[in-house]
């Protein structure tokens, strides 16, 4: 099993199908969405809106299409139903490449009912891969020494960037066989003026958004920045002719910040 090392996050991106299409041209191969979003839909059409203008190159295995059961879609009935929901927005793609489960918030019984639900979609051919997203440490082992468990999670989807490191949550993910999969990898725009931020993008002749991209991919995960504008999706994703010296790493890094941009839900009960 094999994710892209960078995608593309969808939040709050209303003509997705343009963006998407665009992405994928631009070499983009993993797609975020979320049920949330309100934008499956959307995503999938600009997924098959770019294979279909070249199938000979564009081929529906080369993308990774991600999404997540929203908190009310919890439970093992309301799951299944949900999943199945999920599947017919996106018709066209035939399968899901990864399912997440959106937040630890909705309680132990729900959790794993929903990650019962999930396991079968898998064995059904319906879902190649699942994973989780905000979990913490105490959710990720839940799930692993879970008697019902039959399909292992490849992925926990956390906000990560130098001002939310989550140091410890990410090195005991990847322990336990998890990749991590970094969102607002960008703190959602708000750090693009850090002076050191800025300072290294100079000094490297990039973008304060491409440093900060390329230490998530320095540090082992997979960012997947958010953008709806044409030239950012293009600067985003050159980020593999640089790199960060260690030295340069520590001058990003902010061990004792923790300011996430978003929700922060990784150590609810
Ligand atoms: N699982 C979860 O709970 C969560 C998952 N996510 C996922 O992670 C993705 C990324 O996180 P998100 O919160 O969107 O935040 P990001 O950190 O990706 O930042 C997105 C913001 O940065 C701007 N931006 C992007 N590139 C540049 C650039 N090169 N220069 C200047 N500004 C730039 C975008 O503006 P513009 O679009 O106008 O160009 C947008 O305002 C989400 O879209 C979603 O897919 C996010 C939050 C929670
Ligand atoms: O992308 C997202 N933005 C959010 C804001 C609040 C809760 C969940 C999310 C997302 O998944």
């Given amino acids: 099993m094999s994710i892209p090392p960078i995608g593309l996050g969808t939040w709050n991106i209303h003509n997705a199908s343009v963006v998407v299409e665009q992405a ?17 839909r959307e995503v999938g059409q600009g997924i098959i809106n770019w294979i279909n203008k070249d199938p000979v190159h564009n081929k529906r295995q080369d993308v990774f299409y991600v ?10 009935e309301t799951a299944k139903r949900a999943i199945q929901d999920g599947l017919n927005k996106v018709s066209g793609l035939k399968y899901i490449d990864l ?15 929903t990650w019962k639900a999930m396991q079968e979609a898998v ?5 190649r891969y699942i994973g989780v997203s905000n979990y913490g440490e105490k959710h990720i082992d839940e799930l692993l020494n879970w008697d019902g468990l039959t399909v292992k999670p490849i992925a926990n989807e956390i906000e990560v960037s130098p001002w939310c490191m ?3 949550l990410c090195d005991f993910t990847k322990k336990r ?13 708000y750090r ?7 300072a290294v ?23 997947i920045p958010k953008t709806k504008t044409e030239s950012r999706l293009r600067s985003n994703f050159d980020v593999f002719s640089f790199k960060l010296t260690g030295d340069e790493m520590k001058r990003l890094d902010h061990p004792n910040v923790h300011d996430p941009s978003d929700w922060d839900v990784v150590h609810c009960a």
């Fill in 123 to 127: 064995e059904a051919g319906h879902v």
């Fill in 201 to 223: 993008a100079r000094e490297k002749g990039v973008t304060p958004a491409q440093v900060l991209i390329r230490w998530s991919i320095e540090k082992g995960y997979i960012p």
């Fill in 67 to 76: 999404t997540k059961l929203w908190n009310d879609q919890n439970g093992y």
């Fill in 177 to 189: 066989g998890l990749q991590v999969i970094a969102y607002a990898p960008l703190s959602h725009a």
């Fill in 192 to 198: 693009l003026t850090d002076p050191d931020a800025e």
């Fill in 24 to 40: 994928l041209d631009i070499g983009y191969r993993l797609i975020d969405t979320a049920k949330l979003y309100g934008n499956e």
């Fill in 166 to 168: 989550r140091q410890e």
């Fill in 99 to 113: 399912l997440l489960i959106h937040s630890p918030t909705e309680g132990r019984r729900m959790r794993l009912e």
